[in-house]
């Protein structure tokens, strides 16, 4: 109470100069700090919160003094006070305190007291699938879920593919799965044990991981065929080509996917046109991906793009394309619907020798012409 009664009344006499026009030379030796709360409380999950610190003069240094804490963290930065806590597994309340001062003595310490809620007796929650399967990929990884429990706790697996790690401070497992470079996909039970004596609890998931056959990422990586009932080329960007039939050797019919970030994109190779190379997001929901039209895809002089068309105009769009594999193996494109128009092909288009444009391989949909889907079928 002391302590804060001198705190006040530093605050208030500085104001009291101030108003009566004192230079702030004349209150050099005078410093006040102000917190946005003198006190942080956390539930038992734990987390993190900020204190706001004010000073007067501005740029009057202060520091944080504390305990050593294993269930807390303070961590200063410019003009704040970031407290973090972990996981009380405990059932009893945790409570400690930090002071902020000054140097020079400008200002009283003001002591902040930090405290933590105690888990409920008896409580555990996790997010791991309990009494469920959790299905990792060929490629393995790792993979961390949260532990939550008011007794101890720990976590058992047989499996020599898979290696674990608790930190239980923070209420953390991870599992790491090394790469399946097996022909049999593997599977084992993770249990989660929670208690001791009679008391204790076994929590159990299933943990599976397929082959690298069986990857819908490398089921992606090859040639393969755009299909579709009709196609027409345009080298002016018209549609006077409509009944246009290329060959199927012609070489925009066929392409290659190979690898990029696993799991994250691919790349197509000679889409439509030789030499081009586009990135393509992977769509780890779906096992396809997602086109971006409307990018250059050989450098500044050619454009993937998309056509689009109306009963009385023929244009280009720049749109993301789904690719969704289907049941028959092949790859569906889920051309959108662009406002104003009927429906959309794709194509790829430059500009030639005397400075026209180009379009290649385009394909277009009307209403007035009924046709297939454009599909992508994969060469074996």
């Known amino acids: ?3 804060a009664l001198r705190a006040l009344f530093a605050m208030v006499l500085i104001s009291a100069l101030v108003l009566n026009g004192c230079d702030t030379n004349d209150v050099s030796d005078l410093g006040a700090v102000r917190l946005s709360s003198n006190s942080v409380v956390f539930d038992c999950f734990g987390g993190s919160k900020t204190i706001e610190v004010e000073t007067y003069p501005q740029g009057v240094d202060w520091a944080v003094e504390c305990p050593d804490l294993t269930w807390a963290t303070i961590e200063t930065q410019e003009g704040k006070v970031v407290v973090t806590t972990q996981a009380n597994a405990s059932t009893s309340t945790r409570t400690s305190a930090f002071t902020i001062s000054n140097s020079n003595a400008l200002f009283e310490p003001i002591e902040v007291e930090i405290l933590q809620e105690a888990a409920p007796e008896e409580s555990f929650s ?4 309990i009494d469920e399967v959790y ?12 532990v939550i429990a008011s007794t101890e706790w720990d976590v058992e697996c047989a499996a020599e593919w898979v290696a674990i790690e608790c930190d239980k401070s923070s209420g953390r497992m991870s599992l790491t799965v090394e790469k399946n ?13 929670v208690g001791e004596g009679e008391r204790t ?3 159990n998931f299933l943990l599976t991981q ?3 056959a069986n990857n819908p990422y490398y089921k992606l990586v090859g040639n393969w065929e755009i299909t579709a009932t009709k196609w027409f080329y345009s080298p002016n960007g018209s549609l006077n080509s409509l009944d246009y039939a290329p060959n199927p050797t012609d070489y925009y019919l066929i392409f290659a996917i190979e690898e990029g970030v696993y799991g994250q994109t691919l790349v197509m190779k000679d889409f439509l046109y030789p030499g081009t190379e586009l990135e393509v997001r992977y769509d780890s929901q779906t096992g396809g991906f997602v086109i971006p039209f409307g990018w250059s895809v050989l450098g500044y002089d050619v454009f993937l793009y998309v056509t689009v068309v ?3 105009q023929f244009s280009y769009a720049s749109v993301e394309v789904d690719v969704v594999p289907t049941e028959d193996g092949t790859l569906a494109l889920e051309m959108p619907t662009v406002a104003g128009f009927n429906h959309v092909g794709f194509g790829l288009w430059t500009y030639n020798d005397n400075g026209a444009k180009v379009a290649f391989g385009s394909t277009y949909r009307p209403t ?6 454009i599909v992508l079928r994969k060469q074996f």
């Open 1 to 3: 109470m002391k302590r």
């Open 126 to 129: 996790t997010s791991a699938p």
């Open 135 to 146: 299905a990792i990929d060929s490629e393995g990884g790792t993979i961390t879920f949260t």
């Open 181 to 193: 470079e097996t022909e049999q996909a593997k599977e084992c039970f993770v249990s989660i044990i």
């Open 201 to 203: 609890e076994r929590h």
């Open 210 to 212: 397929d082959i690298r």
């Open 310 to 312: 109306s009963d009385r």
């Open 368 to 373: 007035m012409f009924p046709m297939d889907e």
